[in-house]
């Protein structure tokens, strides 16, 4: 079997990856929502979006690699951050309570020659899966308005749709997800 014929290959992230992850999320976020988004809020995203290495040191990152290639990544946390990377503000790694809070989807991403081949969904179903072992009883997520169609089709309802304005002034539009687990 070739390479290119290869099965995905669903594993842990680790720190060693981080660089690889960074360049999978440059490529997802200036391609995948660059036909929902101005030129400016595409930009504006990367202040909003990225690596958050405490999924990295919580060990509850995913990433899938197929043909040779780290092709999608995507984690959930049981911590009470909803979205991105280490540089975002508003960030809280306090803890949440798994029978009264929602565990957190989080940072999915696709690489564009990867796209629409079941990887979002399989990274989706791991972190539903390991969020349940450890007693969480629902799961929240901030979905790009490229990634709604994924999230839609895997049972999450919308909750509301919010903003968050940039430095620049720049306002990214994302939608808060919620599904019971």
């Keep these: 079997m070739s390479a290119a014929n290869s099965a995905p290959i669903l594993r842990t992230a680790t720190g060693a990856d981080a ?14 929502l660059e036909p929902f988004l101005s030129p400016e809020a595409v930009e504006a995203s990367f202040e909003v979006m990225g690596l958050d290495t405490q999924l990295l040191a919580d060990a509850t990152y995913y990433v899938v690699e197929l ?13 009470a951050t909803l979205f991105g990377g280490d ?15 929602p565990a957190r989807v989080r940072a999915m991403y696709t ?14 179903d791991a972190c539903e899966a390991a969020a349940r072992a450890e007693g969480f009883r629902a799961a929240e997520l901030a979905a790009t308005l490229g990634g709604l169609p994924l999230y839609r089709a ?3 309802r919308e909750v ?3 903003e968050v304005e940039t430095s620049s002034g720049v306002r990214v539009p994302l939608v808060r997800m919620a599904k019971d687990l």
């Design 19 to 32: 660089a690889a992850l960074r360049g999978l999320m440059d490529r997802s976020i200036r391609r995948l």
């Design 67 to 79: 043909d040779g290639r780290l092709a999608a990544s995507g984690g959930w946390s049981r911590r």
């Design 87 to 101: 540089h975002t503000s508003g960030r809280s790694a306090a803890l949440l309570d798994p029978a009264l809070e």
């Design 111 to 124: 690489d564009p020659d990867f796209a629409r081949r079941g990887l979002g969904r399989m990274i989706l």
């Design 154 to 156: 895997c049972g999450y």
């Design 160 to 162: 509301e749709p919010f």
